[in-house]
């Protein structure tokens, strides 16, 4: 080994350690995301501090929560966002071998809440920071981390629609969601309803007196996957997602009161993930359609009051693929790579491509260990993630 690639090599362990010590300080935090995260932002605010780089704290309207985007390099326009988010999903009723808010290091795997998805990508960027400020960037390299990624995904919208107003609007994003550093540069939309079916209650041994919700919304129910099974039929032109096809899933459903009573109301809580050119509002139109063809007369025979309504929790738009977009061509190159991949899962990388910002998905671990009980990163893609990093902070040097 000649001196330089021994300097190289410590190097390398250096700097992987700085992101598993990291990693290990932001997996401590519980930021489910159902709790606040400011805990981990002053962590967060603290290393910023340290290494003198100027950041904008984005706080919720509630105050309990806050996105962070820095900016290393010239304060322009111009150059990279590297976006994450900062919640992870609940560890209640998951059996895990040790304290998920604790990194384990086993093996060559880090163990922990969020390990994945995606504080490891988090703390890749945080550690990089001062082979970054090295780099004399020429085009600035901004990090913006968020939250409620894993409930709405609308913790980085205010963060997005101030890029090019009082923040600096990057020519590229790159979403670190888990993509074993593949370039995914689509991946579908989702949007979560609830169906809320009102009708009559009445003595079960005379039912023409009411009006029973949960009939109405077992129907309703059929009606969706009678509908997604046709979605099946139609499958994806592009070939390229898994499952091949938009898809509709009904995961609760709750009502009435006794079993000898006509039930006066009935709610099911549902979904739709689309493919990329597939409009959101698909799923939604056809049920509609079908309530006002069929089911709300049927529930009406004998309760001219009953009614049925749905109304949208999470909306996520999709990413389509952009061949040969400036993202597409960046990560690309960074990773070493001449083909793009898509994944069934939705991301942020939607709402930034919405903006007309071109963007792709690659980050380190693979999405099969997100949101799972003993979940791990390898620390094998955490090194190849930060030679994903050098080469960047090399091209806009």
């Known amino acids: 080994m000649t001196a330089a690639q021994d300097a190289q090599a410590r190097e390398d362990g250096a700097r992987l350690e700085a992101a598993i010590e990291i990693l290990t300080r932001l997996v401590s935090f519980d930021t489910e995301s159902s709790k606040s995260n400011l805990a981990l932002v002053n962590f967060v605010e603290s290393l910023f501090d340290d290494y003198g780089v100027d950041y904008v704290k984005i706080p919720n309207a509630v105050g309990d929560k806050a996105a962070l985007f820095a900016t290393i390099g010239p304060k322009v326009d111009g150059g990279v966002l590297l976006s994450g988010h900062t919640d992870v999903v609940p560890v209640e009723g998951q059996s895990w071998t040790s304290n998920p808010f604790e990194l384990r290091r086993e093996r060559g795997r880090l163990y922990g809440r969020g390990a994945t998805d995606m504080k490891g990508f988090d703390a890749i960027c945080l550690a990089m920071i001062p082979e970054f400020q090295r780099a004399a960037l020429r085009r600035p390299i901004h990090i913006l981390l968020s939250y409620d990624e894993e409930t709405t995904c609308r913790g980085a ?15 590229v994003v790159l979403v670190g969601e888990p993509t074993l550093m593949q370039v995914a540069d689509a991946h579908k939309a989702i949007v979560t309803y609830r169906t809320t ?3 009559r209650e009445a003595h079960s041994s ?23 099974e046709a979605l099946g039929r139609r499958g994806d032109p592009a070939g390229r997602f898994d499952p091949p096809c938009s898809t509709i899933e009904v995961g609760v459903i709750h009502g009435g009161t006794a079993r000898n009573i006509l039930a006066k109301q009935c709610a099911f809580d549902w979904e739709f993930r689309s493919l990329p050119d ?5 799923a939604l139109d056809h049920l509609e359609e079908y309530i006002a063809r069929v089911a709300l007369p049927r529930l009406r025979r004998n309760a001219e009051d009953a009614s049925i309504e749905t109304w949208a929790e999470v909306e996520v738009p999709g990413l389509a693929a952009e061949p040969g977009s400036a993202a597409e061509t960046l990560a690309l190159k960074l990773a070493q790579s001449n083909r793009t991949i898509s994944v069934p899962y939705a991301t942020e990388a939607g709402q930034f491509q919405a903006e007309g910002l071109p963007t792709v998905v690659c980050g380190p671990g693979s999405i099969d260990q997100a949101h799972q009980p003993d979940e791990f990163l390898e620390e094998s893609q955490v090194a190849a993630a930060i030679s994903f990093m050098r080469r960047l902070a090399k091209e806009l040097g």
Do not use: S
């Open 157 to 171: 919208l205010d963060a997005i629609r101030r890029l090019g107003e009082d923040l600096p609007r990057p020519d």
């Open 197 to 199: 079916v009102h009708g």
């Open 206 to 228: 005379k039912p023409y007196l009411g009006a029973n919700a949960v009939e109405a919304a077992c129907d309703l129910v059929c009606e969706l996957y009678r509908f997604n």
């Open 278 to 282: 597939v409009p959101q509002r698909l």
